[in-house]
């Protein structure tokens, strides 16, 4: 089962939340696309290294949606993991306001004009 890309800005169940070595706790991608954004570079070593990448099972154990994981799973640098996240919670939150993508994550933490 996979959640259409409007599932994805939904939060998650409480037991599926994403606590992480600093202790925030995800809920959402949304919440993840900012907590990365202050991240420090150590902290998000400890959830991406080698073969291992803990965001990536996190969206396919929490989302259904092993195609977004595979993706997720690709990707080690932290800025490039906001940017691909970025797009696609874009689309989806342009699907759900078809008023061009009223809330867009990355514009509100200055990451896209």
Known sequence: MRLDRIGILNDVLPEDY????????????RDLVLTLDKMSEEDFGLHVYREQNDFAEWVMEAYWDEKLASKILGISDKKKLIRFLGKILKKAE????ENGGKGDVLRRIGKIE
Do not use: Q, T
């Open 18 to 29: 994403l606590e992480l070595s600093n202790g925030n706790v995800i809920c959402n991608l």
């Open 94 to 97: 342009k699907k759900r306001f």
